[in-house]
């Protein structure tokens, strides 16, 4: 037996807070009856619906995708642009990526069917440091390596700290390759970052979300990741 609204985040519904607010509304019957209790327990034998829609129990899988170029990180697309999702077409569950890379940056990303993990990584709170690569135009001076490193202003609000690291100065070309590690998800974050020191950003890479790395995984290639890893994850995240 489980708590219905965790059974709901297994099913890639909703996070569990979210379950939660759908069970006040009376939006969820359990065997036919609206259930407006929280707490209340299930089994597989129960039949669950939201919106008069039944939901089916998945058991929970996670998987580590190194994505590509000129991918959408989302299930569906109205301009019909590939999408993560198309990647994985032999995958019965209904996976979904947890947050998002932009359409041109590249690297890890991992997608699953567990609301509950989903909100936890993507929670401002607890969120993971991740790391990109970054090659930007121009170089880096020691003060504008200092205010991307004590945060800038994008979109109204300054950033968190972050850790710089000039990987190469290219001469020749004017460019330079910078790693930076932050814990915020905000959208286009990075590039927004390095735009607002005069540095736009020509390719970006996300190389490392935690402790997970795609090192060994091609563009558009996945794996699923190992029940350790699965709950390192969680570990870190409620760090």
């Known amino acids: 037996m489980e708590r219905l609204q965790k059974v709901m985040a297994y099913a890639g519904?909703?996070?569990?807070?979210e379950a939660e607010k759908m069970i006040l509304a009376g939006r969820v019957k359990v065997n036919g009856k609206v259930v407006q209790t929280q707490g209340v327990k299930v089994s597989h034998r129960d039949r669950i619906?939201?919106?008069d829609i039944p939901i089916?129990?998945?058991e929970p899988v996670y998987y580590l995708f190194n994505k590509p170029d000129k991918v959408i990180s989302a299930v569906s697309d109205d301009k019909g642009r590939k999408v993560v999702v198309d990647y994985f077409k032999n995958i019965p569950q209904r996976i979904y990526p947890v947050g998002r890379l932009d359409y041109h940056t590249t690297g890890v990303?991992?997608?699953?069917?567990?609301?509950?993990?989903?909100?936890l990584l993507m929670h401002p709170r607890y969120q993971l440091d991740k790391v990109y690569v970054a090659k930007?135009?121009?170089?880096?001076?020691?003060?504008?390596?200092?205010?991307?490193e004590t945060g800038v202003v994008i979109d109204g609000k300054k950033t968190a700290p972050a850790k710089v690291q000039v990987r190469k100065n290219k001469q020749a070309t004017k460019n330079a390759t910078v790693e930076i590690t932050i814990h915020e998800g905000r959208n286009r974050q990075v590039r927004k970052m390095f735009e607002a020191v005069?540095?736009?950003v020509?390719?970006?890479t996300r190389e490392q979300y935690g402790f997970l790395t795609v090192e060994d995984l091609r563009p558009g290639e996945?794996?699923?990741?190992?029940?350790s890893e699965v709950l390192r994850l969680k570990q870190q995240a409620q760090k």
């Open 198 to 200: 005069g540095h736009p």
């Open 109 to 119: 990303l991992i997608l699953t069917n567990d609301g509950e993990l989903a909100n």
């Open 13 to 17: 519904l909703a996070s569990r807070r």
């Open 222 to 227: 996945y794996r699923p990741l190992l029940k």
């Open 49 to 51: 619906e939201v919106d």
């Open 56 to 58: 089916y129990r998945e």
């Open 202 to 204: 020509k390719k970006l």
């Open 136 to 148: 930007i135009t121009g170089f880096l001076t020691p003060e504008e390596i200092h205010r991307l």
